[in-house]
């Protein structure tokens, strides 16, 4: 099992956050085939073999996401993808 683990900083307003974060999780979703839920200012994302969440902080996003054993030959790509759409979504 592998893990994935991003601090990514942020200006924005508790509102518009919680958007990105959505819009975030609705694109890793068409992407890789994730559901999502939140819980409080948590998002939880998962499918077969990917478990993971991103807690909303003030000026920062946690994104933490656990690779089943197919998952883990594609953790670069998988990361390389969240960083990307975290920067776009976040700047």
């Given at each position: 099992m592998s893990t994935i683990e991003i601090r990514?900083?942020?200006?924005?307003?508790?509102?518009?956050?919680?958007?990105?974060?959505?819009?975030?999780?609705?694109?890793?979703?068409?992407?890789?085939?994730?559901?999502?839920?939140?819980?409080?200012?948590?998002?939880?994302?998962?499918?077969?073999?990917v478990d993971g969440h991103i807690a909303l902080q003030p000026g920062q996003l946690l994104v933490t996401a656990k690779l089943g054993l197919l998952f883990t030959a594609m953790?670069?790509?998988?990361?390389?993808?969240?960083?990307r759409v975290l920067a776009e979504r976040l700047g």
């Open positions: 990514h900083p942020h200006s924005l307003p508790p509102a518009q956050a919680r958007q990105a974060v959505e819009d975030f999780a609705v694109k890793l979703g068409q992407r890789f085939g994730l559901e999502h839920r939140w819980e409080g200012d948590v998002l939880h994302f998962k499918r077969t073999g953790k670069g790509p998988i990361e390389q993808e969240m960083r």
